[in-house]
């Protein structure tokens, strides 16, 4: 296998790879928009859910720390689906943005394979 054929396939994997990042975005973005999406997640679970798990917290029938460590988990599970969404965010963002630079790569990688391919037939019919 030659190089440039290496360095085409990895391109090509990086491109799938961005274009990934991108649906993933797209797919959330659309999903966020919902009514359905802000009522149940961003009023709900954003910002009433918290506020109940600490004042369950403090809940004298909440002291075993089988339950508070259960209230803890699911506190930090919030947080955990919010980072989630945002890195989704973010990636598809970068990705997006990359995209451009990997196509011309891979453009420039071909037409490189392209101008090789043609010098061997030039020395053939030299030859």
Excluded: C
């Excluded at 259960?70 to 947080?79: E, N, T």
Aim: net charge negative.
């Amino acid at each position: 296998m030659s190089e440039s054929f290496e360095q085409e396939q990895q391109v090509q994997l990086t491109i799938e790879q961005a274009e990934s990042f991108v649906k993933r975005r797209d797919a959330l973005t659309a999903l966020t928009s919902s009514p359905h999406w802000k009522t149940l997640i961003n009023e709900v679970y954003f910002e009433k859910e918290p506020i109940r798990l600490v004042l369950l917290k403090s809940d004298p029938g909440m002291q075993t720390p089988e339950k508070q460590a259960a209230i803890d988990k699911d506190i930090l599970a919030i947080g955990a689906f919010r980072q989630f969404l945002s890195a989704s965010t973010f990636l598809g963002n970068n990705a997006e943005a990359s995209l451009a630079g990997h196509h011309a790569a891979l453009e420039e990688i071909r037409a490189e394979e392209a101008g090789l391919e043609a010098d061997d037939v030039e020395v053939d019919e030299l030859g």
